[in-house]
């Protein structure tokens, strides 16, 4: 018998390669397309933190590496990780810090 793949397979492959591959927006209020929010609250504004982090938890754990570069802000990421970190999964924490390193010092 074969054993199923983990659902966090992969997830290394889903984190951009450098803090300069996030070209998402720093202000505003950002929609997300049915992929990554089917149901619920799709848009979200980044000047209210709760928000800002449903947003950042939401691409983390559910988009792919495009999604990542093009919803997420280095400036905002390096800034909120702190906190972001403790909110998501240990295997996606250890696959951004392993692959960003100014995210490997937050801890």
């Known amino acids: 018998m ?4 983990s659902r966090w ?3 290394e492959r889903r984190v951009p390669d450098s ?3 996030l070209r998402g927006p720093a202000v505003g209020v950002v929609a997300l397309p049915a992929h990554l929010c089917w149901s619920g609250l799709t848009a ?3 000047t209210d933190r709760r928000l800002r982090m449903s947003l950042y938890r939401t691409i983390i754990t559910g988009g792919g590496r495009t999604d990542a570069e093009s919803y997420l802000n280095a400036g905002i990421l390096v800034a909120d990780w702190p906190t972001l ?6 295997s996606y924490r250890r ?5 960003i390193d100014l995210l490997g010092g937050a801890r």
């Open 2 to 5: 074969s054993a199923l793949p």
């Open 95 to 99: 696959a951004w810090e392993s692959k």
């Open 85 to 90: 970190r403790r909110g998501i999964g240990p």
């Open 44 to 46: 979200f504004d980044l």
């Open 9 to 11: 397979d992969g997830v």
């Open 19 to 21: 803090l300069d591959d």
